[in-house]
């Protein structure tokens, strides 16, 4: 997991764990500089001495490849993660340069310290200087806060009213600072990825001149190269786009922040002002607490928090709320007061203070007090402004002229669909097509009065304006969730099985539209308007998240890949029936197990891993393949197995990076180790031949185990030290696809159907016969039918 996004919403809460974020992404940014800062020293090192360059590189190499990219959210794309590891490839590169002594001389000068001095002076050190004035901002808004709350209610109402006029510019002026400062911290830390690397690039480029073989070592690395650009280039996109949806919706909470309160677990939540008691000589002090309140179970939290002392977190407390009163400031010398009871601490009475007569009156009516008013807390999403636009017979219409016309006008024009039309024209346009009445009369590929951005533009704002995105709400989550992990092939799948889940003029819809761009992809030659282009284009259009949030816009750029893949698989998606044995994707998944470690270790091992697959959770039908024929084996194949058992290598490579990022929808390896033997015994048999069990079982069936597993055994120790003894002559269905690492093993596919399979000599091992060839089968890849 990276670093958490910062909410715009959060701002005006600020509340400890937001505080805890900022100082997060503040201390990565930190890491980033220093780093940066080691980076241009060694760099300058290289300049510096011909007889220390060997030495110099190994120490700039060793820099590159320890230092990591965080990212913002829960996954990266694969070019993000290309990004990534650039600096271990760069380093590797630089080894393979050791012995090589020419000069570097001014180039390095020019393609790499320099803009790195420029991107820590003009964009690390602009955030420093946010951070200065945002600790500076906290300090004053918060001080003059406790000085304003101090103020006695027995002064006239002329100067309460000035003050509160006061309080409340500066609060306004320390959130503006503060929506500014946020954005800015996440600006930077997407930006950093292109804006370092790219220096990075070019020092590579420029250091092949100075080298004897040079040129050779350039072709080797000129495909890497290539696509490390497209990698940037990307990732540059989807960052222009990013970047303008999240100050889009940091516009709209500036205008207006209560209306885009995060949904939150708590009736209420927020700071309040706790009077403290002490014996009668001392009087009494006040201390700001971060509160929250569950209406439901009368439950009220409060924890101690004090901004200006480094943001120390105190000790909470809890009680259940018995009830609330409002306090008259002729009882007390303090405004925005009320009295809290607890159920559980008789006698006890806790007089708090808000910050504002409004939020008083709102903590009344979540608390239940007197002259509450009917202002919730509850932060609910925030519906979208259905448009007239809808998916209907005219929109059919619409979306076929604009397609029509652009392909018989301007399949061509370069930047097509990137270049906007003028809003006023495109809404002129649109009207007219929407109007039953114009429609018909709308000629496009014929009139001039249309430019052909004009249509595209007005094309986008049709599905744009539709109530609900093409590819649903109820699906959003469904299609982002394959493109963050797994095999390109698994990605298609997925996406292909969704896609005909979409309602049908959803998916007729979006069959035309892909289609067409498939058509402008193949053009980009002339309109310079690649896959990746039109990802970045139509991601946001086609799919889009039902509560806008920054968490949510960080998922811009896997809606783009999304947009990808239909695109460049548009047949078959759209032509073909997804397989059958593919059963519905959920938002948590299951990845194929690890298979069991063999007994010996062999030379040569390879590192292949085991071929990744959609977390779909399979579960086979009986019948969905067909039975290979079954042909005898020859005793000989026996002995030869057996022979070779002891000395096969050890079992399969633990997952490795792509696969870790795949969630689970079971029990991990943990869950297992802490039942008993016979309990795990019976689960596993269960999940391996549900059908074998004629009763039911206390246990519950378990699931295939988590990739993150620390140990490379699917299966407890208990289980592979003890196979089913019944596993005899059976037969047995794969529910993983498996590629063999050894004459040994068999190689197979999802469906295939092995006879013969009996209990292997080696723990955790199965042997079978699949087409008319005998060898081990992973037992954790196997249903026993």
Known sequence: MGLQPLEFSD??????????????????????????????KDGKNLIAATKSLSAAQRKFAHSLRDFKFEFIGDAETDDERCIDASLREFSNFLKNLEEQREIMALSVTETLIKPLEKFRKEQLGAVKEEKKKFDKETEKNYSLIDKHLNLSAKKK????????????????????????????LQEIQERKKFEFVEPMLSFFQGMFTFYHQGHELAKDFNHYKMELQINIQNTRNRFEGTRSEVEELMNKIRQNPKDHKRASQFTAEGYLYVQEKRPAPFGSSWVKHYCMYRKAAKKFN????????????GDGEVFFLKECTKRHTDSIDRRFCFDIEAADRPGVSLTMQAFSEEERKQWLEALGGKEALFHTFNRAIIPRPEGSAQLDKMGFTILRKCISAVETRGINDQGLYRVVGVSSKVQRLLSMLMDVKTCNEVDLENSIDWEVKTITSALKQYLRSLPEPLMTYELHGDFIVPVKSGSPESRVNAIHFLVHKLPEKNKEMLDILVKHLTNVSNHSKQN??????????????????????????????FQNIVVEILIENHEKIFRTLPDATFPE????????????????????????????????????????????????????????????SPSAAAGRVPLGPDE????TDGGSFGDWATTTPSQTRSSMVQWLNPQSSAT????????????????????????ADKPPDSVINRKARAVYPCEAEHSSELSFEIGAIFEDVQTSREPGWLEGTLNGKRGLIPQNYVKLL
Request: aromatic letters at 6%; hydrophobic letters at 30%; a negative charge.
């Open 11 to 40: 701002c005006y809460l600020d509340s400890p764990w937001f505080r805890e974020r900022i100082r997060a992404h503040e201390a990565e940014l930190e890491r980033t500089n220093k780093f940066i800062k080691e980076l241009i």
């Open 696 to 719: 039911p079982s206390s246990t519950p069936a378990a699931t295939p185990p988590s990739p993150r597993s620390p140990f490379p055994l699917s299966l407890p120790a208990t289980v």
């Open 302 to 313: 409060m924890i101690p928090f004090e901004h200006r002392s480094g943001g120390k977190l």
């Open 157 to 184: 109402d002329s100067h309460l009213q000035e003050a509160d006029i006061q309080v409340e510019q500066n609060r306004q002026h320390f959130y503006e600072l503060s929506l500014e400062y946020v954005c800015k």
């Open 528 to 557: 310079l308007m690649t896959v990746a282009n039109l990802g970045v284009v139509f991601g946001p259009t086609l799919m889009r998240p039902q509560e806008e949030t920054v968490a949510a816009i960080m998922d811009l750029k």
């Open 585 to 644: 994707p959920t938002s948590l998944s299951a990845s194929p197990p690890n298979a069991p470690p063999r007994q010996s270790k062999r030379q040569g091992q390879r590192t292949k891993r085991p071929v990744a697959v959609y977390n779909l959770c399979l579960e086979l039908e009986d019948g969905d393949s067909g039975n290979p024929p079954k042909e005898d084996t020859p005793s000989s194949s026996l002995d030869s197995l057996a022979s070779a």
């Open 660 to 663: 870790n990022h795949l969630l």
